[in-house]
C-alpha cells in the first residue's frame, strides 16, 4: 500500500478571552492569567453564573478586506474572520498563486446569536411575554439579512467569500467536539486528494441569555460567584462546573507535497485523528470511559504510536495531553479513568493540564484553540497549566500541571475534546521532520 498523504499545519490564528493573537494569548497561558469576567453582554446579575470569559476589545474589521460585506456576520462569524486571517497570513497563502478550486474549508457551524436577542417584551406583572411589543420590536430591531445569518452554513460562507475559497466545503456541530472533528475530517479531506489545503477549525459563542440559561439548566456552570477567576477549576476536590467562554481558533491544513511547492516550513505534522460515540446518554460519559479511550485508541493506532511503549529516550510516546477538563465532577473523572486505560503505566508519567481554567469553554471552538496549544507547546518546550489546582481531588492522581507553566521536551502532543450526544475526538500532532 501507498504511504499516507502527510498532512502538515502551515498557519493558524485565534481570536480568544486571553487575546486575539498567537504571542499575546500565548504569554497569557504561560502565565496562568484569567479572562473570566462578570458577564457584560447582557444583565446577568440575577442569574445563578453571572461571569464568563469573554472576548473584549476586538474589531473584525481590521482583519477583513471590506467590512461592508460581513456587516451583518454573527458574533461568532467575525471571531472566524479574525482568525482565519491570522492563519492565512501565518501560512504565507497571499503570497501565492493558489488553484482555488483546490482550496476547501470545513469548520464548525453555529447559528448566529442575534436569534436570541432580547426583545425586552418580558411583562414581569404579568409573568408573560406581550406579543404585541415583541412583534413591534422584532420589525424595528431585526434587519432580512439577520435572517439568513441564522443559517449554520454562514460562518464558512463568509471566510469563502474573504478567501476565494472555491473548493470543498463542510460544516458539523457536535458539540464540544466540533472543532476537533473538523480537522480531523478535513485532514481526511486531503489525504483522499481532494483538496490541497483545507482551512479548519470552529467559532462559537453562547454567552447569550438563553445559552447562559441552559447550562444553568443543566448544572454544568459553576457558581462560585465569589471567586470568579477561581471558578474553573478542573481536577479540583471544590470543582463545581465549567465556565462559558468564547472565541475562535482556526489552523491552515496543507498537504506536506503542496507546503514544499510553496517553499512553505510547516509548523507541526497532523499524524492521527480518532472518533467515537458512547452510545450511552444525551449529556453524560459513559461512566468507565470507554468512548473516549477509543478515540484515543484510534487516533494513537493511525499515528503508529503504542500507548504503552516507551521511546529511544526512555520515555512515553506521547509527551502532553490537552486535556477536555471541563471542571465538572464526571468529565475530569472519566478523563482520566479513560488515560488510564489506554496509556496504562504510562499515564503518570504524561502531564496533562486544561486551558479552560484560564480561558473557559469554548465549546465548538475549543479543541482548535486547544489544538493550536499543543503546536505552540512544542514550538516553545513549554507546558501550559491548569490554574486554581491548589486543592486537589484525591481521586484524579495523574500529573496536570498544577498552577505553573513548566518547561519540558516536546515533540509530540494529543488532544482531547469530548462533546454532549456521547461524541469524541482526538488529535495527535508531532513537530515537523523530513
Same mark, same amino acid.
Given at each position: 500500500? +501507498?504511504? +499516507?498523504?502527510?498532512?502538515?499545519?502551515?498557519?493558524?490564528?485565534?481570536?480568544?478571552?486571553?487575546?486575539?493573537?498567537?504571542?499575546?494569548?500565548?504569554?497569557?497561558?504561560?502565565?496562568?492569567?484569567?479572562?473570566?469576567?462578570?458577564? &457584560?453582554?447582557?444583565?446577568? /446579575?440575577?442569574?445563578?453564573?453571572? $461571569?464568563?470569559?469573554?472576548?473584549?476589545?476586538?474589531?473584525?474589521?481590521?482583519?477583513?478586506?471590506?467590512?461592508?460585506?460581513?456587516?451583518?456576520?454573527?458574533?461568532?462569524?467575525?471571531?472566524?474572520?479574525?482568525?482565519?486571517?491570522?492563519?492565512?497570513?501565518?501560512?504565507?497563502?497571499?503570497?501565492?498563486?493558489?488553484?482555488?478550486?483546490?482550496?476547501?474549508?470545513?469548520?464548525?457551524?453555529?447559528?448566529?446569536?442575534?436569534?436570541?436577542?432580547?426583545?425586552?417584551?418580558?411583562?414581569?406583572?404579568?409573568?408573560?411575554?406581550?406579543? /404585541?411589543?415583541?412583534?413591534?420590536?422584532?420589525?424595528?430591531?431585526?434587519?432580512?439579512?439577520?435572517?439568513?445569518?441564522?443559517? #449554520?452554513?454562514?460562518?464558512?460562507?463568509?471566510?469563502?467569500?474573504?478567501?476565494?475559497?472555491?473548493?470543498?466545503?463542510?460544516?458539523?456541530?457536535?458539540?464540544?467536539?466540533?472543532?476537533?472533528?473538523?480537522?480531523?475530517?478535513?485532514?481526511?479531506?486531503?489525504?483522499?486528494?481532494?483538496?490541497?489545503?483545507?482551512?479548519?477549525?470552529?467559532?462559537?459563542?453562547?454567552?447569550?441569555?438563553?445559552?447562559?440559561?441552559? $447550562?444553568?439548566? =443543566?448544572?454544568?456552570?459553576?457558581? *462560585?460567584?465569589?471567586?470568579?477567576?477561581?471558578?474553573?477549576?478542573?481536577?479540583? *476536590?471544590? *470543582?463545581?462546573? $465549567?465556565?462559558?467562554?468564547?472565541?475562535?481558533?482556526?489552523?491552515? =491544513?496543507?498537504?506536506?507535497?503542496?507546503?514544499?511547492?510553496?517553499?512553505?516550513? +510547516?509548523?507541526?505534522?497532523?499524524?492521527?485523528?480518532?472518533?467515537?460515540?458512547?452510545?450511552?446518554?444525551?449529556?453524560?460519559?459513559? +461512566?468507565?470511559?470507554?468512548?473516549?479511550?477509543?478515540?484515543?485508541?484510534?487516533? =494513537?493506532?493511525?499515528?503508529? =504510536?503504542?500507548?504503552?511503549?516507551?521511546?529511544?529516550?526512555?520515555?512515553?510516546?506521547?509527551?502532553?495531553?490537552?486535556?477536555?477538563?471541563?471542571?465538572? /465532577? &464526571?468529565?475530569?473523572?472519566?478523563?482520566?479513568?479513560?488515560?488510564? /486505560?489506554?496509556?496504562?503505566?504510562?499515564?503518570?508519567?504524561?502531564?496533562?493540564?486544561?486551558?479552560?481554567?484560564?480561558?473557559?469553554?469554548?465549546?465548538?471552538?475549543?479543541?482548535?484553540?486547544?489544538?493550536?496549544?499543543?503546536?505552540?507547546?512544542?514550538?516553545?518546550?513549554?507546558?501550559? #497549566?491548569?490554574? %486554581?489546582?491548589?486543592?486537589?481531588?484525591?481521586?484524579?492522581?495523574?500529573?496536570?500541571?498544577?498552577? &505553573?507553566?513548566?518547561?519540558?521536551?516536546?515533540?509530540?502532543?494529543?488532544? %482531547?475534546? $469530548?462533546?454532549?450526544?456521547?461524541?469524541?475526538?482526538?488529535?495527535?500532532?508531532?513537530?515537523?521532520?523530513?
Amino acid at each position: 500500500m +501507498p504511504s +499516507p498523504t502527510r498532512v502538515v499545519i502551515t498557519g493558524m490564528g485565534w481570536i480568544t478571552p486571553l487575546g486575539h493573537d498567537l504571542d499575546t494569548v500565548w504569554s497569557n497561558l504561560t502565565k496562568g492569567a484569567s479572562g473570566v469576567r462578570p458577564i &457584560e453582554r447582557f444583565e446577568a /446579575k440575577t442569574f445563578s453564573t453571572n $461571569f464568563a470569559a469573554q472576548v473584549r476589545d476586538y474589531d473584525f474589521t481590521q482583519y477583513v478586506k471590506d467590512a461592508k460585506r460581513h456587516e451583518h456576520a454573527g458574533t461568532h462569524t467575525r471571531f472566524a474572520l479574525g482568525a482565519a486571517r491570522q492563519a492565512w497570513s501565518q501560512a504565507k497563502l497571499d503570497d501565492t498563486s493558489l488553484d482555488m478550486r483546490r482550496v476547501g474549508a470545513y469548520l464548525v457551524l453555529d447559528f448566529n446569536n442575534y436569534a436570541f436577542a432580547n426583545l425586552n417584551a418580558w411583562q414581569p406583572e404579568q409573568n408573560a411575554i406581550d406579543g /404585541k411589543i415583541w412583534a413591534q420590536a422584532a420589525q424595528d430591531r431585526m434587519h432580512r439579512f439577520d435572517e439568513i445569518e441564522q443559517e #449554520p452554513i454562514m460562518p464558512a460562507a463568509h471566510l469563502a467569500m474573504e478567501f476565494g475559497v472555491r473548493g470543498p466545503v463542510y460544516n458539523c456541530l457536535t458539540a464540544c467536539a466540533a472543532s476537533t472533528q473538523a480537522i480531523g475530517e478535513a485532514v481526511n479531506i486531503l489525504q483522499r486528494g481532494d483538496a490541497d489545503i483545507m482551512i479548519s477549525g470552529g467559532a462559537h459563542t453562547m454567552i447569550h441569555e438563553l445559552g447562559i440559561t441552559g $447550562f444553568i439548566r =443543566l448544572t454544568a456552570l459553576s457558581s *462560585r460567584t465569589d471567586n470568579i477567576e477561581g471558578a474553573s477549576r478542573p481536577f479540583s *476536590r471544590t *470543582r463545581d462546573g $465549567f465556565v462559558m467562554g468564547e472565541g475562535a481558533g482556526i489552523v491552515i =491544513l496543507e498537504t506536506l507535497e503542496h507546503a514544499r511547492q510553496r517553499g512553505v516550513e +510547516p509548523i507541526v505534522e497532523v499524524i492521527g485523528y480518532g472518533s467515537s460515540a458512547d452510545a450511552y446518554r444525551i449529556t453524560d460519559i459513559q +461512566p468507565e470511559g470507554n468512548g473516549p479511550a477509543a478515540a484515543m485508541g484510534e487516533a =494513537l493506532g493511525q499515528a503508529g =504510536l503504542d500507548p504503552e511503549g516507551k521511546g529511544a529516550d526512555g520515555r512515553p510516546p506521547v509527551h502532553y495531553i490537552s486535556a477536555h477538563g471541563t471542571g465538572t /465532577k &464526571e468529565n475530569d473523572s472519566i478523563e482520566t479513568r479513560a488515560v488510564k /486505560k489506554v496509556f496504562g503505566d504510562n499515564a503518570p508519567a504524561i502531564p496533562m493540564s486544561s486551558i479552560k481554567s484560564m480561558m473557559g469553554h469554548l465549546i465548538a471552538a475549543a479543541g482548535a484553540v486547544e489544538l493550536i496549544t499543543c503546536a505552540l507547546a512544542i514550538e516553545h518546550q513549554m507546558l501550559p #497549566p491548569t490554574i %486554581n489546582l491548589t486543592d486537589p481531588d484525591p481521586d484524579l492522581d495523574l500529573d496536570y500541571v498544577p498552577n &505553573e507553566a513548566r518547561p519540558s521536551e516536546v515533540e509530540t502532543c494529543l488532544s %482531547n475534546s $469530548f462533546g454532549f450526544g456521547g461524541q469524541n475526538d482526538t488529535l495527535i500532532i508531532r513537530r515537523f521532520s523530513e
